[in-house]
């Protein structure tokens, strides 16, 4: 089976502050990890995977998120905050090969204080 | 890049009715689309997987006559919520799997109120 666990529903930052968004992950398999941004009433947005290759991934809108086999980590990061940053933001994990089957995260809401 | 539709985007109907809710793969050809549920301030919780000319994959503890999907191309699967009732009230989302990318395409979703 596989799981994430988001650790904080919400987090606040001042803007221009750094953005640390942490997820654990469980899976039997290498896994395959995801974050992803939910604007209000809308859907998720992909900010960057992990998908077995470099384990510094890169995304959109300065997000990057590094992934730590030795911690089961894949914490997302933003050196500096911006108001349109405020969101939901979810980790998600599958398991990679075959059938897809994204198991999400409670979710992190982030609040940018100007 | 890919693009996914989901109409309507908001409706609010009547306990006891049905509705449908479309899932459109615009730009490209879907074989897997998912369904998913989103209560509020609660993550995303996968309803169904949803496979272009076969009965749809439910998961555990959802009613599979309650929720009726059909894919009937590769660019189209619809959500049917029959007999509504207001503990359906929900924003429901869908996504399309583009090739072996592993990446899944949301739709913008669509909140059901049922009164």
């Known amino acids: 089976a596989q799981s994430v666990t988001q650790l904080g529903s919400h987090v606040s930052v001042s803007e221009g502050a750094l953005v640390l968004l942490r997820c654990n992950y469980s899976s039997s398999v290498p896994p395959y990890l995801f974050w992803y941004v939910q604007y209000p009433n809308q859907g998720l947005q992909l900010l960057l995977k992990?998908?077995?290759?470099?384990?510094l991934v890169k995304g959109i809108n300065g997000f990057e998120a590094e992934f730590k086999k030795s911690e089961t980590s894949f914490h997302l990061t933003k050196p500096s905050a911006h108001m349109s940053d405020a969101a939901e933001y979810f980790c998600a994990v599958s398991n990679s090969g075959g059938y897809q089957k994204v198991t999400f995260g409670i979710g992190t809401k982030l609040q940018v204080i100007p | 890049g890919a693009v996914v539709s989901q109409h309507p985007s908001w409706v609010i109907c009547k306990s006891g009715t049905s509705v449908k809710i479309e899932c459109r793969s615009l730009d490209f050809q879907a074989t897997t689309m998912f369904w998913y549920r989103q209560f509020p301030k609660q993550s995303l919780m996968l309803m169904a997987t949803?496979?272009?000319?076969?009965?749809?994959?439910?998961e555990q503890g959802v009613e599979k006559d309650k929720f009726l999907i059909n894919h009937a191309s590769l660019t189209l699967s619809t959500l049917t919520v029959t007999s509504a009732h207001p503990e359906d009230s929900s924003f429901y989302i869908c996504?399309?799997?583009?090739?072996?990318?592993?990446?899944?395409?949301f739709g913008p979703g669509t909140r059901l109120t049922v009164t």
């Open positions: 949803s496979n272009e000319g076969s009965k749809a994959t439910y």
């Open positions: 996504s399309a799997e583009l090739g072996d990318d592993y990446e899944q395409y």
């Open positions: 992990y998908t077995s290759a470099a384990t």
